[in-house]
């Protein structure tokens, strides 16, 4: 059982960063790969970056590519998902997920979800 709580959401001009933080509880944190999924009101919840469990390998949505950055401390049971240059369209709830061992960018695959945090880039 892996419980996750994001954080980190925020209100931010187009252009500005934010950086979020999920917090996984349990001793079994490196063996979870991570995921980042977003959510706008009456849409289907869309992937945006995953990464493996030693963080070798990281994968991106083409919307977030060469802005957005995922990371993991296995040691802080933590990842982090560091956004650069938002724009008003990356406006939605960020979700964290996790699942075991693989990474994948479906969002049917993950297991575990934190509550989500909100994402507000104003134009």
């Known amino acids: 059982q892996v419980q996750l709580v994001e954080s980190g959401g925020g209100l931010v001009q187009a252009g500005g960063s934010l950086r979020l933080s999920c917090a996984a509880s349990?001793?079994?944190?490196?063996?979870?790969?991570m995921a980042w999924f977003r959510q706008v009101p009456g849409e289907e919840r869309e992937f945006v970056s995953t990464?493996?469990?030693?963080?070798?390998?990281?994968y991106y949505a083409d919307s977030v590519k060469g802005r957005f950055t995922i990371s993991r401390d296995n040691a802080k049971n933590t990842v982090y998902l560091q956004m650069n240059s938002l724009k008003p369209e990356d406006t939605a709830v960020y979700y964290c997920?996790?699942?075991?061992?693989?990474?994948?960018?479906?969002?049917?695959?993950?297991?575990?979800w934190g509550q989500g945090t909100q994402v507000t880039v104003s134009s």
């Open positions: 990464i493996t469990v030693t963080g070798s390998d990281t």
């Open positions: 349990g001793r079994t944190f490196s063996s979870y790969a």
């Open positions: 997920a996790a699942r075991r061992f693989v990474a994948t960018v479906r969002v049917n695959d993950y297991v575990y």
